[in-house]
């Protein structure tokens, strides 16, 4: 099935096609339209004539779009796993929970707009001031573009989608390369709604070009960007003045203190490390243990690493299919043999075949590795010996990236510490730092970006505040 352009509520379906190959088995599972800049112009121009129409629209309607959407996706929900399973080769029990993860968020952004409001303002508060009727009110900030990554193709659209419509603006997507079906399906579900206000959502797909049309333009007055750090570094200096959201990588790294559960550590820390072959901003990579339970934890985290299924995404019980493409398999590769050749190694048995890459678990590696200190995206973890928190605190810190740690540990001292300082948008206790809700703030510090996601916060960030005195 071929994916389209939208362009507001009208379909086309462009001049020219690129391909997308299963990771898994290299055969075409979609194709999509290849989009130039005076696309990307084009559904800017829609999108601008739309936001004025959709900030007429009542909240009401904005929620039933919603939720019909919710409905829609529901019917649709095995096709819709298969689709991303088929796109990025993702397990499809792991599809089936982004879809359910989607419907959460739709259904949250709905729920959460039905009782965001303003406030009133004590004008008379201070001696300067004097008695009026003050509040302040909510208000669409008007065309949101949005550009989203392939390792969560649907759920991280929602997170854009839903609370920028039912706050009442009108978006421009530009989806991941990797997914065009993926996200031409479910956007298709907002335009065929009955309750859909026409033309507020277009989907425009290409490379950079295309990318640098729409964030350089002055119609937008909302960026959220989810990706890369250097593409999130050329979107801040070209965005100009917009509010920019930037969901960019991470290092996430976690302690375990001697007083923790270790097998509920090592088996949270394996899922966290995992999960999606590592293609996670929150993957774990880096467990600062303590040495006097470091033995015990390497041993039992080689144990829950050997339980997991690597292979076919399209078995109910694999745990991990392919990464995403060739290049991200050797550089992974090439990562760990350059760790090897400088002294760390592997507590299992390296193994590669194409895109499939088995877990990874090092020991004696050094800080300064490219597995330790860079974002890694492969189901890669290092585990690193250290004599106490106090050890580890500086070293998880000393990072550029800042977007969630996680301590293990009975210890309420540490706990409280670690929440005072650790540097990252989230501390996660007794858990995996790839711990997410979506109903949550979530977000980073650092290079980790600015901004944050979840329906609540999104809102706030795809809106603008109107101030009104009455005198």
Not at 205 to 221: F, K, M, N, Q, T
Not at 406 to 425: C, M, P, V
């Amino acid at each position: 099935m071929d994916a389209k352009i939208f362009f507001g509520s009208n379909e086309t379906v462009g001049e020219s096609f690129s391909q997308r190959r299963s990771p898994y088995s290299g055969e075409v599972v979609s194709r999509a339209p290849i989009c130039h800049v005076e696309d990307a112009k084009k559904a800017l121009l829609i999108a601008k004539a739309a936001s004025k129409e959709a900030k007429k629209t009542t909240l009401s309607q904005r929620c039933d779009w919603l939720l019909d959407v919710v409905q829609m996706l529901r019917e649709q929900k095995e096709d819709m796993a298969k689709t991303i399973t088929d796109e990025v080769g993702k397990p499809i029990s792991f599809s089936r929970i982004e879809v359910e993860r989607c419907i959460e968020t739709i259904t949250l952004s709905a729920e959460t707009m039905r009782t965001m409001h303003g406030e009133t303002i004590n004008t008379d508060a201070t001696n300067s001031g004097k008695k009026t009727l003050a509040f302040f009110r909510r208000e669409p900030a008007g065309v949101v573009v949005a550009i989203t990554p392939f390792n969560f193709p649907l759920n991280l659209v929602a997170h854009k989608l839903a609370p920028a419509l039912v706050a009442g603006n009108a978006v421009v997507l530009k989806p991941t390369p990797e997914a065009p079906l993926t996200a031409y399906k479910f956007v298709k579900l907002f335009i065929q709604s009955k309750y859909a206000i026409k033309d507020a959502l277009s989907v425009v797909y290409g490379d950079a070009e295309v990318g640098s049309a729409l964030v350089a333009s002055d119609i937008p007055r909302v960026i959220s960007f989810t990706g890369s750090v250097p593409v999130g570094e050329i979107i801040a200096k070209s965005a100009g003045i917009k509010k920019v959201s930037l969901e960019l990588g991470g290092n996430a790294a976690t302690f375990i203190d001697k007083s923790a559960d270790l097998g509920h550590a090592a088996a949270r820390c394996a899922l966290g490390a995992f999960v999606n072959s590592g293609q996670v901003c929150i993957s774990l990579q880096r467990i600062y243990v303590h040495s006097k339970i470091y033995d015990e934890f390497a041993s039992l985290m080689a144990q829950e690493t050997k339980k997991l299924k690597v292979g076919s995404p399209y078995e109910d019980d694999t745990f991990m299919g392919p990464l995403i493409d060739d290049d991200a398999a050797v550089r992974a590769m090439n990562w760990i043999e350059s760790a090897t050749s400088e002294g760390a190694s592997s507590l299992l048995p390296l193994y590669r075949d194409g895109r499939i890459f088995h877990p990874c678990v090092m020991i004696n590696v050094q800080d300064d590795m490219k597995i330790v200190c860079e974002e890694v995206f492969a189901p890669i973890v290092s585990l690193i010996k250290v004599d106490d928190f106090d050890d580890a605190l500086p070293r998880i810190n000393n990072s550029p990236y800042g977007l969630q740690f996680s301590i293990f540990t009975d210890d309420l001292t540490l706990t409280k510490r670690a929440i005072d300082e650790l540097d990252a948008g989230g501390i996660i206790i007794n858990d995996m730092p790839t711990l997410r809700f979506d109903i949550q703030p979530y977000g980073g510090v650092k290079l980790s970006g600015v901004g944050r996601e979840g329906p609540r916060f999104a809102i706030e960030e795809m809106s603008e505040i109107k101030s009104v005195v009455i005198c």
